[in-house]
């Protein structure tokens, strides 16, 4: 569940005016565990991830991302046959100023699954100097028809030797987190995610090492395996192209 910049109006903006220049780009990644919002989407096991995204000089953006996922045991009554995620983007990026500002739209896909979770949600996001700052809405989590919010903001620290170190904090609310509703997209109350993470690239290969954690307790702390949300380390690599 990822966002890059790149854009589908770009593409008829080209075929408009030719003089416009445009750029083709990618990225593959090989994680210990695929996180999302701190809560994992592959049982704590490795995962694959690729994308493919087009810019446009204007600042419009379109692509696509797609990671491996489990989120049951194949044996288990909540098992839905989900093994991809596959992530269609758009929006657009630019700059006031010393501010960047992006806004996107992202539809999550989950192709072969048992049943719809598939949904699409709405990004604003900006970040000034070291600062970014993200808000995300949807009005149907999961395709339950119930609303989610997230707000996120991540601050980077340049270290020597061009390590960084990046502090991330998150909160999701909204009628999809009210575990008093039955009918809840993901059976939780509100909770906070956090992370920090060390980053280094050698030779044009990113690599990172994180650690996640959130707050959620009682009974809806899971410690192992299928939407595991405690505090653990995850490792990284990464190449774009």
């Given at each position: ?21 445009a750029d083709v780009g990618g990225s593959a990644a ?97 970040s000034y100097k070291s600062l970014s700052l993200t ?107």
């Open positions: 569940m990822k966002n890059f910049k790149r854009s589908l109006i770009g593409l008829s903006l080209l075929a408009c005016a030719p003089q416009l220049l090989l994680t210990t565990d695929y996180q999302f919002r701190g809560i994992t989407q592959s049982a704590e096991n490795p995962a694959i991830q690729v994308s493919f995204d087009y810019s446009h000089d204007t600042g419009f953006y379109v692509g696509a991302w797609g990671s491996t996922i489990d989120f049951s045991a194949s044996n288990s009554q909540f098992d839905i046959n989900e093994t991809v995620e596959v992530d269609i983007y758009l929006g657009y990026s630019n700059s006031i100023n010393d501010i960047d500002y992006d806004i996107n739209l992202t539809y999550y896909t989950y192709p072969g699954v048992d049943i719809n979770i598939n949904y699409a949600e709405i990004y604003l996001s900006a808000y995300a809405f949807t009005d149907d989590l999961f395709a339950v028809e119930e609303s989610g919010h997230y707000i996120n903001a991540v601050y980077d620290i340049a270290l020597p030797n061009d390590y960084s170190v990046a502090l991330q904090a998150g909160y999701s609310f909204g009628n999809a987190f009210d575990s008093n509703i039955f009918e809840a997209a993901v059976f939780l109350d509100a909770y906070l995610d956090y992370s920090i993470s060390l980053n280094k690239s050698f030779n044009g290969i990113d690599v990172s090492l994180s650690y996640v954690d959130t707050d959620i307790s009682g009974d809806f702390a899971l410690t192992k395996d299928e939407f595991a949300n405690d505090g653990r380390f995850i490792a990284s690599i990464s190449k774009t192209f």
